[in-house]
Nanobody, 124 residues
Framework: QVRLVESGGGSVQAGGSLRVSCTASGYSSGFNCMGWFRQAPGKERETVAIVYTWDSDTYYADSVKGRFTIWQDNAKSSLYLQMNSLKPEDTATYYC?????????????????WGQGTQVTVSS
């Protein structure tokens, strides 16, 4: 059973930076894609960034383009998200997700394995 564990969340002032990490275990084959999603209180879970493992191509939500960077380690078992120029509206629980089968990797419904989430709070 795939297990994803996030770490690195925390509190920061607007304009600051944070990095969140995700470590995967319990799987025998690779992932087709991995991604970061976030959910703020009272809002739906939304896509932040996705990396497509087979070619390392990436997708970013418009709201984070130019500020966030997603990447995997060489073994493709860890996922990272560097968040710069953070804004109060980035405050949310950030979730790591992975998909083993299929190539449609866009929204939360496309992913089958999820971490427990890590809180990111940005104060103004």
């Amino acid at each position: 059973q795939v297990r994803l564990v996030e770490s690195g969340g925390g509190s920061v002032q607007a304009g600051g930076s944070l990095r969140v990490s995700c470590t995967a275990s319990g799987y025998s084959s690779g992932f087709n894609c991995m991604g970061w999603f976030r959910q703020a209180p009272g809002k739906e879970r939304e896509t932040v960034a996705i990396v497509y493992t087979w070619d390392s191509d990436t997708y970013y939500a418009d709201s984070v383009k130019g500020r966030f960077t997603i990447w995997q380690d060489n073994a493709k078992s860890s996922l990272y998200l560097q968040m710069n120029s953070l804004k109060p509206e980035d405050t949310a629980t950030y979730y790591c997700a992975a998909k083993m089968y299929g190539t449609i990797c866009r929204g939360p419904a496309d992913f089958s394995s999820w971490g427990q989430g890590t809180q990111v709070t940005v104060s103004s």
